[in-house]
């Protein structure tokens, strides 16, 4: 499988991405604090990654291919959701219900 290759091959570079997220100091074991702003940048990052690289996301026959729609998908569902939504969606994976994401990908497509 094609796919395979290329997300282990980019796993590692998204995690250390997301483990960049500041807060921690050289030397301590902590984890960085969790903001506002980061947490918003950890979930778009992780719905794009979702995006991309899950086989069961069928962006249609969008001629714009499958990056600019999952970028543009993981950008207006972040606008919908409050600090505390992205920080459960990046440690549980789960979307808050009031979200609209199949209305979101459908105007993402076009």
């Not at 947490?39 to 499958?66: H, Q, W, Y």
Request: with cysteine.
């Amino acid at each position: 499988m094609p796919h395979a290759k290329h997300f282990l091959a980019v796993l590692p570079v998204v995690l250390l991405l997301a483990a960049c997220g500041g807060g921690a100091e050289l030397g301590t074991t902590s984890a960085p604090a969790v903001t506002d702003k980061n947490a918003k940048e950890a979930a778009r990052l992780k719905l794009i990654d979702k995006c991309m690289f899950d086989p069961a996301t069928n962006v249609g026959d969008s001629k714009k291919g499958k990056a600019p729609v999952c970028q543009c998908y993981a950008q207006n569902v972040v606008k919908q959701m409050s600090a505390a939504d992205a920080a459960s969606y990046v440690s549980s994976g789960g979307l808050s219900w009031s979200i609209r994401s199949d209305e979101i990908m459908t105007a993402c497509r076009r």
